[in-house]
């Protein structure tokens, strides 16, 4: 099972904490010790208490303990319950390829992890997630789960530790003595909001009532806290306890601590301007983050132009609505979970949810076409990036589109246009999963269909599913056909000739040779038409024709060059190392396989390290480098196990797989043999990269 190179490197993927983390001493030691006894352990606690802060903070603390790293899985914006198993897979930066059902590509990689995971919000997908849970410890004797929920999971051995809130003064005390961690929670977030805000003997005894008032909630003080920039202590702390009383009916009873939350969110929602509150509601259709150009887009309208958008967000993020973070696309946006249902319910009550979710979905289709437009040129790592960040964003839009009467065509057009997310990004599981859902939903004839149908049975083929890429691919040729659709029925055709070549069908070669003259007879090239020449390289190269397979390179290399493109490119350059392997000119195959490796690692090609690790292990034999062949050999093993067979089921290079490595075992002798293939299974990607390309 492989995982992101850069995730590797640094053993969990824990974000930075935005604001500093207040108090919880005891708290903190509390769920340590507890992890180290259990585990399975379930912060739980009602929205606001800071069950997800505590996780994260205990989470950082606990790193020595988990060699293989902490990892956070956010759930708050999963939309499907059938997602989870995926969603965590994307956390810890799997890419898998093969049939394998989910569950069995997370137990394999996690078997021998000694790992920490933090399940965040996991109530909505509760069933799911408990099923999860108890399957994955089973099988992984060395993980362990922090799981932050309004309920436990109900899975046995489970150990549940209800979140408090923070430690108060006494309510008999005129000053807390010593101070408390609502105090010192308040202090740190109204000297932040009212720089010179100093908690003092002075207002002390208003900060205590304030946040007994609060509960001691610490998503309550903080919204509290930033009103401090208008209001001074007494009259803030006048105005909640006037609110609270007319809450309770005029009796002393305290009430529950969600009503408190409740209230308080009410009351911050009220102190918005009228643009802050339309943006705090309409920014809640949004999954996991956002940036400024999806609020502008998405959320203006009716009370809230399009240049009032920004100062809105501004406003919301002075009132700790909205989060805002660094990442490598840019500046991203997020609410806190709580916040959002808040929001979510603002936004029924306008009625303008539907309008709303309606807008966000073609907001991130527009965006996966400009994607598909454009990431056949330079710009491939830039959209890999940005595709990744917003995974639970498009996510939610093509829930949308297959959940939605009327909005099936949409969801095949999104589910198509993320082509180059699922086949180059290393998505390849999640783009079966929707678009077999897309073209179950939408089975009436279209150009949206045909293009779902070749793309699907492109997938299938990567996966070395032959017989069903055949079939999808068969009936989008015969759709593409029917409809006049020329550019369905080339690439229809293409994928359809690499699969019968696969299969051994001499049918195959005349078909290719047909659908490159094709290619060069349209309007122009795209990174899926320069396909085409991997796959006539490899043909040539299989007929004995090393100068046609550098011809046919020559080739790709122009168009490429023309468009910027180097995804498509570094699968023509690993085409033309197996032709030199074939040939036995070890060192033009050395020079054209490290040159597509380099190539796959600047584009984060997941599915293509391994066929050049793998085929520079035979390079290495070949020159009787027999410990850097094996070693080279078990780092492969490893990474195609998520992908299933190696080579992609390829039988013509199955054969020369297994003759290099037979000769590789007879030369080492069977205990070196196994000793340098469990060195190279124990190598990061990264590590095996740079491993096979000598560096």
């Known amino acids: 099972m492989t995982a992101d190179v850069g995730q590797r490197r640094t053993a969990g993927n824990l974000p930075a904490d935005v604001t500093s983390f207040v108090g919880r001493r005891q708290a903190t030691a509390e769920v340590r010790h507890v992890l180290s006894t259990a585990r399975l352990v379930t912060l739980t606690g009602v929205g606001g208490v800071g069950k997800s802060r505590l996780a994260l903070h205990?989470?950082?603390?606990?790193?020595?303990?988990?060699?293989?790293?902490?990892w956070l899985v956010e759930l708050a914006a999963l939309g499907d319950p059938a997602l989870v198993e995926q969603t965590i897979a994307a956390a810890l930066g799997l890419r898998d390829h093969s049939r394998r059902d989910p569950v069995s590509v997370l137990t394999s990689f996690l078997a021998?992890?000694?790992?920490?995971?933090?399940?965040?919000?996991?109530?909505?997908?509760?069933?799911?997630?408990?099923?999860l849970v108890a399957r994955l410890l089973k099988a992984a004797p060395e993980l362990s789960v922090l799981a932050t929920s309004r309920e436990p999971l109900g899975v046995p051995g489970e150990h549940r530790w209800p979140v408090p809130p923070l430690s108060l003064p006494s309510s008999e005390a005129e000053a807390p003595a010593p101070p408390c961690d609502a105090l010192t929670l308040f202090a740190d977030r109204a000297a932040t909001a009212a720089p010179g805000f100093v908690l003092n003997e002075d207002?002390?005894?208003e900060v205590?009532?304030?946040?007994?008032?609060?509960?001691?909630?610490p998503l309550a003080i903080e919204l509290a806290a930033v009103r401090l920039r208008a209001l001074p202590v007494e009259e803030l702390l006048s105005l909640l306890e006037d609110r609270f009383a007319l809450l309770k009916g005029g009796t002393p009873a305290a009430l529950p601590r969600h009503h408190t939350l409740r209230t308080t969110v009410d009351w911050s929602f009220e102190l918005c301007s009228g643009p802050e509150r339309l943006l705090w509601a309409r920014c809640s259709v949004f999954a996991g983050d956002f940036d400024l150009d999806a609020a502008e887009q998405v959320c203006a309208g009716p009370g809230l132009a399009h240049d009032e958008v920004f100062e809105a967000v501004t406003g919301l993020i002075d009132k700790s609505v909205l989060v805002r973070e660094e990442r490598a696309t840019g500046v991203r946006y997020r609410i806190l979970e709580t916040i959002r249902q808040y929001g979510r319910e603002r936004l029924a009550e306008t009625g303008d949810t539907a309008g709303l979710r309606l807008r966000h979905r073609?907001?991130?289709?527009?965006?996966?076409?400009?994607?598909?437009?454009?990431?056949?040129?330079?710009?491939?790592?830039?959209?890999?990036?940005?595709?990744?960040?917003?995974?639970?964003?498009?996510?939610?839009?093509?829930?949308?589109?297959?959940?939605?009467?009327g909005q099936e065509r949409s969801g095949l057009r999104l589910s198509a246009a993320l082509w180059f997310?699922?086949?180059?990004?290393?998505?390849?599981?999640?783009?079966?999963?929707?678009?077999?859902?897309?073209?179950?939903?939408?089975?009436?004839?279209?150009?949206?269909?045909?293009?779902?149908l070749w793309i699907n049975g492109w997938i299938a083929g990567l996966q070395g599913d032959y017989q069903i890429s055949q079939a999808l691919l068969e009936e989008g040729r015969d759709l593409a056909l029917a409809l006049g659709d020329d550019t369905a029925l080339t690439y229809a055709s293409q994928h359809l000739g690499w699969a019968r070549m696969a299969a051994g069908d001499p049918q195959a070669l005349p078909l290719l040779d047909h659908v490159l003259a094709r290619h060069w007879a349209s309007a122009g090239w795209s990174a899926p038409a320069v396909i085409i020449y991997p796959i006539q390289i490899f043909a040539a190269g299989m007929a004995g024709d090393t100068g046609r397979a550098m011809d046919l390179l020559d080739e790709c290399r122009n168009i490429c060059a023309s468009l910027g493109e180097r995804w498509a490119l570094s699968w023509a350059l690993n085409a033309v190392g197996i032709v030199w392997l074939t040939a036995g000119n070890l060192r033009q195959a050395a020079v054209h396989l490290g040159e597509c490796l380099r190539v796959k690692r600047d584009v984060t090609d997941q599915l293509g390290y391994p066929f050049g690790v793998d085929l520079l292990s035979w390079v290495a034999a070949a020159e009787g480098d027999w410990t850097r062949a094996a070693v080279l050999q078990g780092a492969a093993d490893k990474m195609w196990e998520p992908i299933g067979r190696p080579l992609f089921g390829f039988d013509l290079l199955l054969d020369q797989r297994q003759s290099w490595r037979t000769r590789t075992r007879e030369a080492l002798g069977e205990s070196a043999h196994q000793d340098a293939l469990q060195r190279?299974?124990?190598?990061?990607?990264?590590?095996?990269i740079a491993c096979a390309l000598g560096e």
């Open 203 to 205: 207002n002390a005894p």
């Open 421 to 452: 997310y699922w086949v180059a990004c290393g998505f390849v599981r999640d783009g079966r999963y929707w678009l077999d859902r897309a073209l179950v939903s939408s089975p009436e004839p279209s150009r949206d269909r045909a293009r779902a």
């Open 58 to 70: 205990v989470g950082r603390t606990v790193r020595r303990r988990f060699p293989d790293g902490v």
């Open 680 to 688: 190279g299974a124990r190598m990061t990607p990264e590590q095996a």
């Open 208 to 217: 205590a009532r304030l946040c007994r008032q609060l509960d001691g909630l």
């Open 362 to 405: 073609d907001y991130y289709l527009h965006l996966a076409e400009q994607a598909d437009a454009d990431a056949s040129g330079p710009r491939q790592p830039e959209w890999a990036e940005r595709l990744r960040v917003e995974r639970a964003n498009l996510f939610a839009a093509l829930d949308h589109c297959l959940t939605v009467p």
């Open 112 to 131: 021998d992890k000694r790992l920490l995971l933090i399940l965040d919000n996991c109530e909505h997908v509760l069933d799911g997630c408990g099923r």
